[in-house]
Structure formats: structure tokens, C-alpha cells
């Protein structure tokens, strides 16, 4: 993956985080003002029950805390609540309203409390143990908003800066009558630590989660597509042709959902007879014996013209033979992409798509030039991608029991001779598509008689190149044998051609210790006895 595909993977995945901060923070918002105004409320009460006591015991009514602070905090967060329950704010509007909250919260805390403060040079001032408050209310605003919403550790910190240099102002503008006072200021910025230590463990764990849901949906959907995608890729193979002269059978097995292998077939229409000549009809002479009728005396004389059209024939490239039985002509071409993967599946829908141009253009090319084609088109479009191709393609006549192929810098197809068992190679007559342009692709066809119950095949090197334990490869020899000993056994048995291709791949298999490592695709063409 490149630097530019890792950032957009980076950038994708911080939208969906904040996608998901935003659905919930807003009633992650709710839940924690209600529960700030729960608990001022409990501390009212027993505010109140700290009041009522006093005055029965000692006559003299006295509040930690003025309570005008606390209904003040109610307020603030009821009103925050409404704004938030009523507007439609975005995910930092609600975050910054949460830190002036905090901020807000511990300046009203610090105006009500009686530190005894003086400025310095001043009088000596009075200690008082109530300082304790303001840092219940700065635990109890930063803590629970650290706790219930889904604050990153930056956005944890910033109330406490504020907040840093406030109590920096008190200490240095002040005088104080003992430690108490002054060690609370100091160490009221760091009963931010807590709430930072919730936001950095909980939103670590969130991405996290995060992360693997995402995954699971993303593989789910993948796997969805990838399934898609193969029923699309396979459709675009052709079905195999169990009766007529020509019979073809084919086993591909991808890498992975879908890969870079593909088998196209081409059935040629039979050339037609150029239509007669068409004439226009004559009009009938008139007998001289009935005269004529009394319109036609009104009519002046006409001119009738025997017109003879003719229809020039339409210019058919020339077939291979012209004997009627060649009407079961058949063109078969395999490729090989170049990689693995969705990848190498788009460029052989590309590819499929060209084949269908040209043998609609030119039903009856020969395979040289039908690799020529080819090959420029890969060389315009695919190949300044890096991605190139190999090719054999092969037509059989069934009236003229003619075979011409060739092949583009791709495994040698395998003749074999019925007759006598032997194995013919069809070497390749070019190199691979799209590494050269249109002068330097020097392409030819080769032609070969084929009998009723010869066979040929052609594959992909996904079957040669099958490693074993001990990780040597299979190798072309020794698949030529493997392939010579399968249809030698079938040989005369009328077995169906897809059976012989089952047993052949079968070998290959138990071969190979697992899965494939690349794309097999294996084809068979035989003539019918």
C-alpha cells in the first residue's frame, strides 16, 4: 500500500470515529448534566440538613457552601442541556460547551468559598479548610465529564489549562496562614489526572473497538462483493460445448474470489451465399385483341421499363476451407493476467470485452492476428499500469480436421495424437502482450492436422509452477507426461472430456500441500470420433 492509499485508509477511518462520536455525544451530553444536577442537588440537601442542624445545636446557621452557588450550577447545566437538546451542533461546539461548563463550574466555587485571602504585604489572613470544596467541584465537572463523554485526551486538557492559571494567579497574588489552602490550589491541577487517565484508556479502547467493527463490517462487505464479483467474472466464461463435432471442456480454480485467468471462445457462423439478383416486375403487355378501356383513352400513353437491380455481394474474408462441413469452426483463446486478485479479474473483463470487438469486426481472424490486435490494445490501455498478459489461441475446422494456432509468451499447448499416443507441443509464436509495440510484435499462426479423438490442451502456468513439501515445481515436462498418461488411460473409452480434465487436475492437486499459490485454469478441445 502507498503512502497516498495508507492516508487515505487513516483519514477514512478518523471520519468514521468522529461519525460515531457525533451519534452519541449528544446524549452522552444529556446523561451528564442530569447527572451533575443529581448530585448538586443531593449536595443541596444536605447542605440544607447541615444548616438545620447548626441552628438547632448552636443558634447560628452556617454553609460550607453559599447556596446561590449551587442553584447557579444547576442553571448553568439545565440551560446547557436545553441548548444542546434544541440545537444542532457539531461535535466540537459540543465539546467546548462541556469545557466551559468545568471552567465555569470552579470560578463560581471559588467566588463563593472564604479562603481568608488578603493581598500580600496585607494583613495575616485566616485559614480555612473549606478550599476542599472547590476541588470537589472541579472532580465532580471534569471527572464525570471524562467519565461519560467520549472526550480524547487533548480535549480532556483543555479545561485544566484555564483552570492552571487561575490557581497560578491566587498563589502568587495571595498570603496564606498555614498550608492548607495554599497545597489545595497546588494540587487542584492535578486532579485533572484522573479524568485524563479515563479519556485515554477509554478512547484508546474505543478506537479499538471501533477498529474491529469497521473491519468486520468492511470484511462482511467484501466478502459480499467479492462474492459479486465472482458470479459476474465467472458469467463472462464460456459454457462448455458437450455435443457436435467440436466438443470443449474447461476447470479453473482462482487464487483467491476471482483472479486473472479466462478461457474465450469464438463460434464462427457459417459463410453465406451472396442473395440472387433482384429484379422489379414487369407489368403485363396488353392483348391486342381487347382495346383500350375507356380511362385509359384519357390517360396519355406511359413508357413501362424492364429495371434488373443487382445487389453486390458482401466481401467475406476467406475461410480456412471451403468445404460445407467447415460451417463447425471454433476459436479458442486463453489468457493469463499478469498478478492476482480483483486487480488482474478487472483486466480480464477489459480484455473479454476486446476479443468480443474484434471477432465482431473480424469474425473469421486468424489467431496471429487476433493476438496482434490484442496486443496493441494492451500496449495503449493496460500496459502503462505494468500489467501485461500471455496468450494461446487456437481454431479448429472440423470439415477440413485443420488446427492453426499461436501462442503470446505463453505456456506451450499440448496436441495430443490419438492415434498412437503421442503429445505434440505448441510452442509459442510471440512474446508476451503489451511488452512490444506493433512493429517489434512479430506474430505467426503454425497449423497442425487434427483427428477425430485427438485432444488438445491448454493452461495457465498455475498448473506447472505447483510446488511440492520440499517446494520443487512440478515443471512443464512433467505435466506434458502426467497429461500423455491421464488421456492414454481414457483412450478409445468414450469418456467425456471434462472426466479427463478432472483426473488431470486431480494429479496436480495432491501435489501441492495446500492451497493454490496462483490462478490454474485448464482447457480442452477434442473432435469427436
Not at 440537601?45 to 457552601?65: F, K, Y
Not at 463563593?112 to 476541588?135: A, Q
Not at 464462427?268 to 375507356?294: C, D, F, Q
Not at 495457465?460 to 505447483?466: F, K
Request: with cysteine.
Amino acid at each position: 500500500m502507498s503512502a497516498k492509499q495508507e492516508d487515505a485508509a487513516l483519514h477514512e477511518f478518523d471520519q468514521q470515529i468522529e461519525q460515531n462520536r457525533r451519534l452519541w455525544l449528544r446524549t452522552r451530553f444529556l446523561w451528564y448534566g442530569s447527572l451533575v444536577i443529581l448530585l448538586t442537588l443531593v449536595d443541596i440537601g444536605l447542605l440544607l440538613l447541615n444548616i438545620w442542624e447548626r441552628s438547632t445545636m448552636a443558634g447560628t446557621p452556617h454553609a460550607d457552601l453559599p447556596t446561590w452557588i449551587l442553584a447557579w450550577r444547576i442553571v448553568l447545566f439545565g440551560g446547557a442541556m436545553f441548548y444542546v437538546a434544541r440545537a444542532s451542533l457539531e461535535t466540537g461546539q459540543v465539546i467546548r460547551l462541556a469545557s466551559w461548563l468545568i471552567v465555569l463550574t470552579v470560578i463560581s466555587s471559588l467566588i463563593g468559598e472564604d479562603y481568608g485571602l488578603k493581598p500580600r504585604g496585607g494583613l495575616v489572613i485566616r485559614p480555612s479548610h473549606e478550599t476542599w470544596n472547590i476541588l470537589q467541584a472541579f472532580v465532580l465537572t471534569h471527572f464525570l465529564a471524562c467519565l461519560l463523554l467520549p472526550l480524547t485526551p487533548r480535549e480532556a486538557i483543555r479545561p485544566i489549562l484555564p483552570l492552571s492559571l487561575l490557581y497560578l494567579l491566587i498563589i502568587v497574588s495571595v498570603e496564606f496562614e498555614g498550608v492548607s489552602n495554599l497545597v489545595a490550589l497546588v494540587l487542584a491541577p492535578f486532579l485533572g489526572l484522573p479524568g485524563l487517565a479515563v479519556c485515554w484508556v477509554r478512547y484508546s479502547s474505543f478506537r479499538q473497538e471501533l477498529r474491529q467493527r469497521l473491519t468486520r463490517v468492511q470484511y462482511v462487505q467484501l466478502r459480499k462483493e467479492l462474492s459479486w464479483a465472482r458470479r459476474l467474472h465467472e458469467s463472462m466464461f464460456p459454457k462448455p460445448i458437450l455435443a457436435g463435432p467440436i466438443r470443449f471442456a474447461y476447470l479453473y480454480e482462482p487464487m483467491r474470489q476471482i483472479g486473472g485467468d479466462f478461457v474465450f471462445i469464438h463460434r464462427h457462423l457459417p459463410l453465406r451465399k451472396p442473395p440472387p439478383p433482384a429484379t422489379l416486375p414487369v407489368p403485363p403487355a396488353e392483348s391486342e385483341e381487347s382495346g383500350p378501356s375507356k380511362s385509359d383513352v384519357d390517360r396519355p400513353p406511359a413508357r413501362t421499363t424492364a429495371i434488373e437491380v443487382t445487389c453486390d455481394p458482401v466481401e467475406q474474408p476467406p475461410a480456412p476451407d471451403s468445404s460445407p462441413a467447415d460451417s463447425h469452426r471454433l476459436t479458442m483463446v486463453v489468457l493469463d493476467v499478469t498478478g492476482h486478485g480483483v486487480p488482474s479479474a478487472i483486466t480480464v473483463s477489459r480484455l473479454a470485452g476486446e476479443l468480443e470487438r474484434i471477432f465482431a469486426e473480424q469474425p473469421d481472424i486468424d489467431p496471429a492476428g487476433m493476438l496482434k490486435l490484442l496486443n496493441r490494445y494492451i500496449r495503449l490501455t493496460i500496459a502503462r499500469h505494468h500489467i501485461y498478459a500471455t496468450a494461446f489461441a487456437a481454431t479448429i475446422a472440423a470439415g477440413s480436421r485443420r488446427l492453426t494456432y499461436a501462442g503470446a509468451g505463453h505456456p506451450a499447448g499440448l496436441l495430443y495424437r490419438d492415434e498412437d499416443g503421442r503429445m505434440t507441443r505448441l510452442e509459442s509464436t510471440a512474446g508476451m502482450l503489451g511488452l512490444f509495440e506493433d512493429d517489434e510484435f512479430d506474430c505467426r499462426s503454425l497449423h497442425h492436422t487434427i483427428e477425430p479423438g485427438d485432444v488438445l490442451l491448454a493452461y495457465t502456468d498455475g498448473l506447472t509452477e505447483v510446488r511440492d513439501e520440499k517446494g520443487s515445481q512440478l515443471g512443464h515436462e512433467t505435466f506434458s507426461r502426467w497429461a500423455m498418461r491421464i488421456l492414454s488411460g481414457f483412450r478409445g473409452r468414450g469418456v467425456p472430456l471434462e472426466r479427463q480434465l478432472k483426473e488431470l487436475l486431480k494429479m496436480v492437486q495432491d501435489v501441492r500441500p495446500g492451497p493454490p499459490e496462483d490462478d490454474t485454469l485448464l482447457v480442452g478441445l477434442t473432435l469427436k470420433r
